[in-house]
């Protein structure tokens, strides 16, 4: 090597996009706390401390509950992996990218699945999604809870009423929904969930919060065989975390300072109010977009408060807004994903960054970005968030 590259200083952004989100500045500290070896006693507690914090975010009595080392996807495999075994059917509901995902991995792992598919920036119709199944038998429905492609957020409750029709076990993706919007496994009867430590949760990306309740324990103790993703094994998993703590894999001891800090804090602040803030924060974002003549993708009931997908204007250059939110404000958002590559933005009001401040900051950085793209707002976004913001509940 002829020069030694310089010591990375990241610059400071604003992340506003659909993850990862801001951190909180205690959780930042955490993750620099000295590291641990993965079996050391003082780690192995604090691991029993997040497992008790988790289940009660989670409303999870079970203890099937603990953090796979990987992203939210990795905890999307894990449930699948372990759940499904090879000729299992599963039903799964998609209506936007990452139902597509839920489908394309069970697949991978040797399920028979069978989409019904809904339209992208709605939500699901549960009858279109029993439709799909008549006739079938099936061992998992799974669906997304909040489809951070579109914006939506589903209502669990009719999905939890099919699979029990069906007498499949319910699987939701909670990537994006757990810390910024009720979540309830034990009395919203989920069998099977997975989640990710860098949206709502705010801290950094690597780990992915799961549980398996009681009849999803039972389907994978039945298994003819062990799963195929021998990392992401939920029996050797479980033993880790809570068994012998027979070695498995050398977990990251500076994530798990990270997620038991990022878990103290939605504990501390309280569920309800946390999510009330979220509300009130996303009302307020999405009141300032119309302002300026923007259309949200989902409809007002079924948008999630966490993220709002807007509509770019045609004749704008999608890409060239975002570049400039980065380059002259430092705020990240998103853009589509697969066939709303090019025609979406994102804006993630996610955890530790839903706050009134970033609510004005996203809204005024756009209307300057876009007005350097020709764009003419129609009316003013700060005035009409900042009515929001003031408003009673
Ligand atoms: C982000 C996301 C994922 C994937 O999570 P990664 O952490 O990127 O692996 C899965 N499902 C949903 C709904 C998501 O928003």
């Given at each position: 090597?002829?020069?030694?590259?310089?010591?990375?200083a990241?610059?400071?952004?604003?992340?506003?996009?659909?993850?990862?989100?801001?951190?909180?500045?205690?959780?930042?500290?955490?993750?620099?706390?000295?590291?641990?070896?993965?079996?050391?006693?003082?780690?192995?507690?604090?691991?029993?401390?997040?497992?008790?914090?988790?289940?009660?975010?989670?409303?999870?009595?079970?203890?099937?509950?603990?953090?796979?080392s990987g992203?939210?996807?990795?905890?999307?495999?894990?449930?699948?992996?372990?759940?499904?075994?090879?000729?299992?059917?599963?039903?799964?509901?998609?209506?936007?990218?990452f139902?597509?995902?839920?489908?394309?991995?069970?697949?991978?792992?040797?399920?028979?699945?069978t989409?019904?598919?809904?339209?992208?920036?709605?939500?699901?119709?549960?009858?279109?999604?029993?439709?799909?199944?008549?006739?079938?038998?099936?061992?998992?429905?799974?669906?997304?809870?909040?489809?951070?492609?579109?914006?939506?957020?589903?209502?669990?409750?009719?999905?939890?009423?099919?699979?029990?029709?069906?007498?499949?076990?319910?699987?939701?993706?909670?990537?994006?929904?757990?810390?910024?919007?009720?979540?309830?496994?034990?009395?919203?009867?989920?069998?099977?969930?997975?989640?990710c430590?860098?949206?709502?949760?705010?801290?950094?990306?690597?780990?992915?919060?799961?549980?398996?309740?009681?009849?999803?324990?039972?389907?994978?103790?039945?298994?003819?065989?062990?799963?195929s993703?021998?990392?992401?094994?939920?029996?050797?998993?479980?033993?880790?975390?809570?068994?012998?703590?027979?070695?498995?894999?050398?977990?990251?001891?500076?994530?798990l300072?990270?997620?038991?800090?990022?878990?103290?804090?939605v504990?501390?602040?309280?569920?309800?109010?946390?999510?009330?803030?979220?509300?009130?924060?996303?009302?307020?974002?999405?009141?300032?977009?119309e302002a300026?003549?923007?259309?949200?993708?989902?409809?007002?009931?079924?948008?999630?408060?966490?993220?709002?997908?807007?509509?770019?204007?045609?004749?704008?250059?999608?890409?060239?807004?975002?570049?400039?939110?980065?380059?002259?404000?430092?705020?990240?958002?998103?853009?589509?994903?697969?066939?709303?590559?090019?025609?979406?933005?994102?804006?993630?009001?996610?955890?530790?960054?839903?706050?009134?401040?970033?609510?004005?900051?996203?809204?005024?950085?756009?209307?300057?970005?876009?007005?350097?793209?020709?764009?003419?707002?129609?009316?003013?976004?700060?005035?009409?968030?900042?009515?929001?913001?003031?408003?009673?509940?």
């Open positions: 090597m002829k020069q030694l590259p310089a010591a990375l990241p610059p400071r952004r604003v992340l506003l996009g659909p993850g990862p989100s801001e951190v909180a500045p205690s959780v930042q500290g955490a993750l620099s706390h000295p590291t641990l070896g993965h079996l050391d006693p003082w780690l192995l507690a604090a691991m029993d401390e997040i497992r008790a914090m988790l289940r009660a975010a989670l409303g999870a009595s079970s203890d099937w509950t603990l953090a796979a992203t939210g996807s990795s905890g999307m495999e894990a449930v699948l992996a372990n759940v499904l075994e090879p000729g299992d059917s599963i039903l799964v509901g998609t209506c936007g990218y139902g597509a995902r839920i489908a394309e991995i069970a697949e991978r792992h040797g399920a028979r699945v989409r019904a598919e809904g339209e992208w920036g709605r939500a699901l119709d549960p009858e279109r999604v029993r439709a799909a199944a008549a006739g079938k038998r099936f061992q998992a429905l799974a669906v997304v809870h909040a489809e951070t492609s579109t914006g939506i957020l589903q209502d669990l409750a009719p999905f939890r009423e099919l699979a029990g029709e069906l007498g499949a076990l319910l699987l939701v993706d909670a990537v994006t929904s757990l810390g910024c919007v009720p979540l309830d496994c034990d009395a919203m009867g989920i069998d099977g969930l997975w989640s430590t860098q949206k709502g949760l705010s801290c950094a990306s690597g780990l992915a919060p799961l549980t398996l309740g009681e009849r999803a324990r039972g389907k994978v103790a039945e298994r003819a065989r062990p799963p993703a021998w990392y992401l094994d939920l029996e050797l998993l479980t033993r880790y975390w809570c068994g012998e703590h027979a070695y498995h894999h050398t977990i990251s001891s500076n994530l300072y990270g997620l038991h800090e990022a878990l103290r804090l504990l501390e602040e309280g569920l309800e109010p946390r999510f009330e803030r979220h509300r009130r924060h996303g009302r307020a974002l999405a009141a300032g977009l300026m003549g923007l259309e949200l993708l989902a409809p007002e009931a079924e948008r999630m408060p966490q993220l709002a997908a807007v509509r770019a204007p045609a004749g704008l250059e999608e890409t060239r807004v975002r570049r400039r939110m980065l380059d002259e404000h430092g705020i990240e958002i998103g853009g589509g994903l697969g066939p709303l590559k090019g025609k979406l933005w994102r804006i993630g009001l996610m955890g530790a960054g839903s706050t009134p401040r970033n609510v004005l900051l996203a809204l005024a950085a756009l209307r300057c970005a876009l007005a350097a793209e020709g764009f003419r707002p129609r009316g003013d976004p700060l005035e009409a968030a900042g009515a929001a913001l003031v408003e009673a509940p």
